[in-house]
């Protein structure tokens, strides 16, 4: 999860992901500058940025949610 200082969504997506018991990786891409020119390069003007495990692109915040229900739905009919 790429995030920034000072970002409510991206705490909330944190939170969201621990509270669930996910594991994950935060970027943060203040501290780390070849984030922030990935994050650029992509064509992302927004944090998060989310990634799954296997590194398909999640999106952000809202699009965190949709994958995770989505997950919660698969599970329930294997």
Same mark, same amino acid.
């Given at each position: 999860i790429?995030?920034?200082?000072?970002c409510v969504?991206?705490?909330?997506a944190k939170?969201?992901l621990?509270?669930?018991?996910? &594991?994950?990786? &935060?970027? /943060?891409?203040?501290?780390?500058?070849?984030a922030l020119?990935?994050?650029?390069r992509s064509?992302?003007?927004?944090v998060?940025q989310?990634?799954?495990? /296997?590194?398909?692109?999640?999106?952000?915040?809202t699009?965190?949610? &949709?994958f995770?229900? &989505?997950?919660?739905v698969e599970?329930?009919?294997d």
């Open positions: 790429f995030t920034r200082n000072v969504f991206c705490d909330r939170d969201t621990s509270r669930l018991g996910h &594991e994950y990786q &935060e970027i /943060n891409i203040q501290q780390q500058k070849w020119d990935l994050i650029k064509g992302f003007t927004t998060p989310i990634y799954s495990p /296997n590194g398909d692109h999640i999106g952000g915040y699009e965190l949610g &949709e995770l229900k &989505e997950q919660q599970k329930q009919h």
